[in-house]
């Protein structure tokens, strides 16, 4: 393993890209104001693109910018402003899937670096060295590949050709995320980044001689999902993605909160360090799994790597969360800490702290006071700052969590 591995997280704004950065990403990727696979609310405009690669590099970390919606001929056109503003912007690297648009970057701005989103499903060396020859940089890997597909494609293109892969997060019950379910249903379309998860719905059977008999194919406590896919973990075989020449892990989530990416980012950065340090023993990668079941998902699963689809535990519902986000410490000094309030805190409750410092800490909350210094007996207004003591190692940025119980 002598390639550097990157750490890729996922921002939907400010807040997560602070995040990522601060827990230990080594890139981060977003979406611009131009075809970009997400909904509005989680792109930046082009003075956001700018700041966000501003603060990307000053943590000597570097910045993405999607574009990678599949383009109308009207698009074409506009992007010959977009890729001079997005190289102006002082960017990384643009993801890409339509060959149209990634022949259209590549002539416009030649110096700004592109990538294969994985929307362009490249699964073989063929297609890898076509790409390679238009002079993409790298290939997000189709997620249908295996880890032993991965090694051979790896042998069969050029060095300077990166591999990246998806290691977390949601998968779409689609070939590689060209879903047209959301389209059929509701106009929306998911390839055009618009995409109302349809996927996650509830559904129902219906007999043809019985209308308004609705039956459940398969139904727990939360209800029936026939449709919705398990979300990807790849923890605890990192070190094969390595093997196989992936030098870039991608976490989805560009529409998840900023605990979430924090999370995710921070258990992540500790498994691949570990496994440079020589320290990645089964119980540490436990106690890392354990944080990433603090998070909402859906049952883990390993995706296509090893071929059958394999779940990391019996799947006990839709969604699944081992706790619910606090806040965030805004400052912290003399076994104190302020905290911007996410959810709400009752004085004699537990919180656990997600730090990129410290893992396991966790203190019991003695005392709320608002900013007045009035006691309360519990913090209930989010977005409002609060004042309580803690003994546990906690900075600024830190975030604060406390587990549901079961």
Known sequence: MTRRFELLAPAGGMESLRAALRFGADAVYLGGPMLQLRAGSAGFDMDGVARAAEIAHERDCR????V?????ESDIAALDDYARAL????????????????ARLRERAPELPVHVSTQANCLNSAAARAYSAMGVRRIVLGREMTLDQIRALRDAVPDDLELEAFVHGAMCMAYSGRCLISAYLTGRSANRGDCTQPCRWNYHLM??????????VEEDERGTSILSSFDLNCLGFLNQLMDAGVTSFKIEGRMKSAYYVATVVNAYRRRIDAIFDGTAAPEHTALLQRELDCVSHRPYASGFYFGEMKLHAPAEGTYLQGAVFAGIVTAAANGRIEMELRNRVRAGER?????????????????????AGEALPEAAVPGRIYVMDCDCPAKPGDLLRRKMEK
């Open 63 to 66: 910045l993405y910018v999607a």
């Open 87 to 102: 190289s102006d912007a002082g960017i990384d690297g643009v993801i890409a899937s339509d060959l149209g648009v990634i």
């Open 68 to 72: 990678n919606a599949f383009a109308n």
């Open 207 to 216: 007999e043809e001689t019985r209308p308004g008999e609705f039956f459940p």
């Open 351 to 371: 919180l656990e702290l997600v730090s990129p410092d410290s893992l396991g800490e966790s203190f019991v909350v003695r005392e709320i006071r608002n900013m």
